[in-house]
């Protein structure tokens, strides 16, 4: 049995759905032409994983397992028709702009291997932490990678916030370079393989430091012990 | 008969969850069916008021709407809705939402605002998918290209000269990109010629609830 701290360790760096099982890449790319497109995304996803795994968790004893992936099934597709009405009908402003996303969501692998590899396996507590901590690092890594785009893209971050936070959010925007020509290559998808690419290696490289220091810890530890 | 039970048993639980699932969608869609028709509308008359200002009519212009049918000069084969603005029951203006069809990808969708008089309200566009940074700035939030079109008509300029300055016309193309001002130009311009040639009719007809069409 996973721990807590490690189930949600797991879900924002060891095992992110984005940077590590690159899972869900279509959205993930597709997306993240800017920081509101991705945290819209990223709600979505985050609100579908919690919601899939807790029914899913919820009903592991009672689904045989000849069945188990139909009903899965059934349960996301429920669950994100369920989101995009109800996305219509609060933030239709965003709604239009992630478009055909929303439901592509039942697409997402990470959605139906949570439910597989962890819900259906665990108790309810333990498939909810996962869900959210999963979520959450697939939202960041959206997060990181629209800001990254829209910046360099656009030269602009929180562009139409308002369509999330209301009339108010449109004065959120940041204005990095007046003028910005804009860099079309960061806009377009190669820019979001190109940014993905990056954002993998920066994980692996602080993954290797981390590693790096921690051998170090334990050469220096052991002519202590040996004294 | 002890074979098939298990797989009765199975098929009758995905059953269960299937009707389940269907409900819990059904509902949803049901309450949220009013809500969602209501943001189309306000998403939709706010566009409308970009083109038409409201003091301009005093009819409900979202419910005055005919559709029409011209693959020729309207871009599509499906009908076109045309809104219609009338002050005092007086026409004013009528609202086309012509397409596009040649964008660089896909078709645009465009709202075409005409004057009685056959000159331009505005145009503006509703959907579309050109490159980002290049084709976008047709979008009235990303340039003022669009506007360019305000107080036009078929006389100004004249027939030959709706084009892009490309192609010897008077409208500007943007740097790196011609097919999509291009195709716009296009669209507006057929949009004209069947104003002009339908216009007495495109006021007379009883109005079509959007709901039978």
Known sequence: ?????????????????????????CPLLAVT???????GLGLATLLTLVASNVTVSLIRSLVRPEVRIPVFVLVIASIVTIIELSMSAF???????????????????????????????????????????????FTLVLVALGSLREIIGHGTLFSQAHLMFGEAARSMTLVFVEDYSGFLLAVLPPGAFIGLGLLIAIKNLIDKRLQGKAAEKATVAEPIQAT | MTVYRPIAISALFLFLFAVIGAGLVAFTFDSTAEKIAE??????????????????YDNDIFS???????????????????????????????VLAPVAPDGYSGPIRLLVAVNLDGTLAGVRVVQHRETPGLGDAIEAERSDWILGFNRRSLSDPVAERWKVKRDGGAF???TGATITPRAVVKAVKEALLYFRADSHELFEKDPIPAAQQ
């Open chain 1, 1 to 25: 049995m996973t721990s807590y701290p490690d189930i949600i360790r797991d879900g924002l760096w060891r095992n992110n759905v984005g940077l590590v099982q690159l899972l869900g890449l």
């Open chain 1, 33 to 39: 032409g800017t920081f509101i497109n991705g945290l």
């Open chain 1, 91 to 137: 933030f239709h402003e965003l709604y239009k702009v992630l478009g055909i996303f929303i439901p592509l969501i039942v697409t997402n692998c990470s959605i139906i291997g949570r439910a597989e590899a962890f819900a259906s396996k665990n108790t309810v507590g333990r498939a909810l932490t996962d869900g959210l901590s999963m979520g959450l690092g």
């Open chain 2, 39 to 56: 943001n189309e509308r306000r998403a939709l008359l706010k566009s409308l008021n970009e083109l038409i200002p409201e003091q301009r």
């Open chain 2, 64 to 94: 005055d709407v005919v559709y029409v049918r011209n693959s020729e000069l309207l871009g599509t084969s499906e009908p076109v809705p045309v809104y219609r603005a009338r002050k005092d029951g007086w026409p004013v203006a009528a």
């Open chain 2, 172 to 174: 500007d193309q943007f």
